[in-house]
């Protein structure tokens, strides 16, 4: 880049950040909130705020930064929001045209990006972590079995779901490490030996699946 062009980008950028300052001053002197209405870039990108028309002085100045994007034809959006103060977060929102306003929808943004048999199935597994597909399918009586099984398995490869060694499925790693067993990666056995003597506190239902064991029962589909 050449000092010129680099000078002329940092004029640009310390323009931008004077004009939000004038807003940013004003709501600090009056302690109201002043909301600047602007236009994203035709470009899309991985990061939302490099999206806000202008130079990047504009998000620099304002304690918060909201980008609202939606396919064109579409009625869903999502709201991108960071700033000082508030936790970055998305929303997922539904224009109503009777109204003429945006509605928060419910549920996380995933459940409105996603297929409706994928959307219906993490709304299952949220609420009833550790679900094998047949547990799901009692929820989704419209949909057959074996569509349920290969869409969990895409689900889990595409990070939308985790499971585990006994084919249930979870929201996420954390909710999935709660409360289980700790096994081997490669035999999905207890680490502990059965030869060895049981620990103090140590739970005797850690046992085997080859054990012939209630739990081993619970695990057939």
Known sequence: MSSTRARRDGWRYDADY???GYAKRLADHYGIAVVLVHHIRKAGSDDFLTEVSGTNGIAGAADATLVLKRARGQADGILHVTGRDVDEAEYALQFQAASGAWHLLDGPVSDHTVGDTRAA???HVRANPGAKPKDIAGD???????TIRRTCSRMAADGQLTRDGS????PDTETRTQG????SELSDCPVTSPDQPERPGQSKSKLSGLS???EAEGMAE
């Open 140 to 146: 989704l009586p419209q949909v057959d079995i074996d």
């Open 180 to 183: 289980v067993p700790e096994v």
């Open 212 to 214: 012939g064991t209630d």
């Open 167 to 170: 084919g249930r499925y979870y």
């Open 18 to 20: 004077v004009s939000v």
């Open 121 to 123: 199935i993490l709304r």
